[in-house]
């Protein structure tokens, strides 16, 4: 019984270790240059990533923000950063991936994202 | 007691060959076209002197709307770059790294920053002073320049040699070079360094201080 736990258990670590190696290589190609290596933003100009309660607590627009971009002003850290990000046209899949990294890297311990829960989060966007 | 002399004296010798080793220093090589003029000396005869390139004579405005010109930068050496306030691509990398070597050189008075914005559309004087405070570099040491699209883009590629141009095609509508210029104190080019890159960024903060203690 306990290695059937446990085989599960690493079956699923396994998938979300994969998404955060994936995950990684997008977002050194498209976030790391405003975002930064460490995700610690730049100047006030764009965000940190570092904020867990922030981070937390806006999971689920996660998705929508990477996929249409975004321009509404931002508190971050007790900052306001008011610029303008990009939209990623990018699959389900790669946001997931994206998502699985930037929640699990930087000091945030976030788990699993699968590209089902991206697809339910981008039919609610705002 | 003779012996002893001649330890002392190759001390001595070995001290004196190490600190003229030490004494060759690096130059920083000029950049740009060249031309040639006969110059007349003192003394009656004639010699060949070697014009360098130049920056030329430049009015624009600054993040503060008042004007800079080469004036601003006189008697300092300055690092100068080409961006727009809205660009994505490589253009956070560049200042990410340029306000590092800013902050390296925050206390000395003789090193200057230049950034030309080649949005010339909507990156006036109050989105570049917004800009620069965001970005928390608001001051005399690091100017953000605006002009015209003629007068940025000819300084850019003819004196600056950093390729920039309006390209319909791109998202963002602008394609520009990365590269960070060294400008010395006679507006010669000194060095040009990739911003994106790491290693070619740390090189010009190996640079600066070579071209500082260069003779004038």
Redesign the interface.
Known sequence: MAGIFYSCQTAESVQRDAYYVNGRDLYIQHC???H?EKGEG?????PPLTDSIFMKANKSQLACIIKNGFSTPLTIHGKVYE??M?DFNMADIDIAQLIVYITNGFGHKQGMYTNEQVAKDLKDCK | MKYQFTIRYTIVLAAILFLCACKEQRKLPVYGLRDTKTVKNSDGTRSVDTVYQTIPAFKLLNQDSTYITNDNFKGKIYVADFFFT?C???C??M??NM?NIFDKFRDNPEVMFLSHTIDFKYDTPSVLKK?A?????DGPKWQFAYGLKDTVYGLATKSYLVSVEQDGTDKQGYVHQGYLVLIDKDRRIRGAYDGTNADQVAQLEKDIPVLLEEKQ
């Open positions: 790391q240059n405003c930064g730049l100047g006030e100009l764009t610029g303008k990009p | 809205s994505t691509s490589i956070p990398i200042h990410r306000k800009y405070q965001k970005l928390g570099v």
